[in-house]
């Protein structure tokens, strides 16, 4: 768009990261949780990339999430753990269990799963996926969200977030094949981004307070967020909270508490990470193989008419990214006047952006 501003991945990274350090985060957690952020937007998931730096920098400044948590596993056997996030960033608690599920599973050659509790919102769900694709293994996510946005079907009370899920597929030779959704029509962070730049939204993408269908982004904001696939979107996403906090003592339903609203109590949020060991199922030589042959035939499907190209889930993103790694990270107006107002706030200037 043209209202937006144009700055390089890295020195957004970089300059995130002396955010966070500056709100007492260890130096190796900041630039950990900056560089998820800014891969999500060099994606295009602009919804969970920087956009959400000024809340984090706000409920990290106020004590309501931990810079330097005290994480710790409460329970295991070979194939689970539950992992305590200690109130810490959920990209931090998130990269630590979804690491220890990979690290199991490397050692006993069999699918784990690592239930979290005690952890905060944690970006995009693809990043942590794609950790056991690097390990040769099929990676799996699912959270809770951090905001009651959605209705049961049927109901006029918020008491569901929309729950967003990965799972990622490794490839040999190209970008992993990885789903990444939520379980609204649109992830909530799309309509902030939205309401940020003052932009409308599609109509079909959220209610008011009436449960009215809006094209407001804010009035989207205050009212909810529209289930994908009508009562199956409330199913889903009602499965995928289950999964994400009954297995660690992660609040759910009314115990869940607003990201941005309640700047007292921490989240508590849950998480689910699993990882399957390709190689605990099939050899590698043959999966990879099945992989390649499975692209090429959706991939080689006759298109419709306009259609130039069949993308497999995620392919899109990871084209994106390298494009904008090489000409710059396009940031909204809106986004990029909050993050200079924030390093205005903690004494740290801004990165200067491409002409």
Avoid at 53 to 80: D, K, N, W
Wanted: proline share 6%; aromatic share 6%; charged share 20%.
């Amino acid at each position: 768009m043209s209202n937006d501003v144009v700055v390089s991945a890295d020195a957004l990274v970089d300059y995130c990261a002396a955010l966070f350090e500056t709100c007492g985060m260890p130096r190796d957690d900041a630039t950990l949780a900056s560089l998820q952020l800014v891969t999500a937007d060099l994606r295009g998931v602009e919804s969970h990339g920087v956009v959400r730096v000024p809340i984090y920098v706000e409920r990290l400044r106020c004590g309501v999430v931990a810079a330097r948590p005290a994480m710790q596993v409460v329970r295991e056997t070979a194939g689970s753990a539950v992992f305590d996030g200690g109130n810490a960033m959920g990209q931090i608690a998130g990269q630590r269990a979804m690491e220890l599920a990979v690290d199991k599973a490397r050692v006993h050659g069999d699918p784990v799963f690592v239930s979290v509790r005690n952890s905060n919102h944690f970006g995009a769900a693809a990043w942590f996926a794609e950790i056991a694709v690097r390990a040769d293994m099929i990676g799996l996510a699912f959270t809770i969200g951090g905001i009651n946005h959605m209705v049961p079907w049927g109901g006029a009370e918020a008491m569901l977030g929309n729950n967003p899920f990965a799972v990622a597929f490794p490839m040999r030779d190209a970008p992993p094949v990885v789903l990444d959704m939520a379980c609204s029509v649109a992830a909530r962070g799309k309509i902030i981004v939205a309401a940020k730049e003052g932009r409308p939204i599609p109509a079909d993408w959220a209610v008011d307070t009436d449960g009215q269908p809006t094209t407001d982004a804010v009035k989207a904001l205050e009212g909810f967020v529209a289930p994908v696939g009508g009562p199956k979107g409330y199913a889903l996403t009602l499965t995928i909270g289950l999964l994400s906090t009954m297995l660690s003592g992660a609040y759910f339903g009314s115990e869940v508490t607003h990201m941005y609203d309640d700047l007292e109590h921490p989240q508590n949020i849950g998480h689910l990470f699993g990882v399957l060991p390709i190689a605990a199922f099939e050899s590698l030589v043959v999966y990879f193989e099945r992989m390649r042959k499975a692209a090429s035939d959706i991939r080689g499907v006759r298109r419709a008419p306009g259609v130039d190209r069949i993308h497999l889930p995620g392919e899109r993103e990871a084209l994106l990214a390298e494009q904008r790694r090489r000409d710059g990270l396009p940031v909204g107006h809106g986004t990029w006047s909050e993050l200079v107002d924030v390093g205005r706030q903690l004494g740290i200037a801004a990165p200067r952006p491409r002409p």
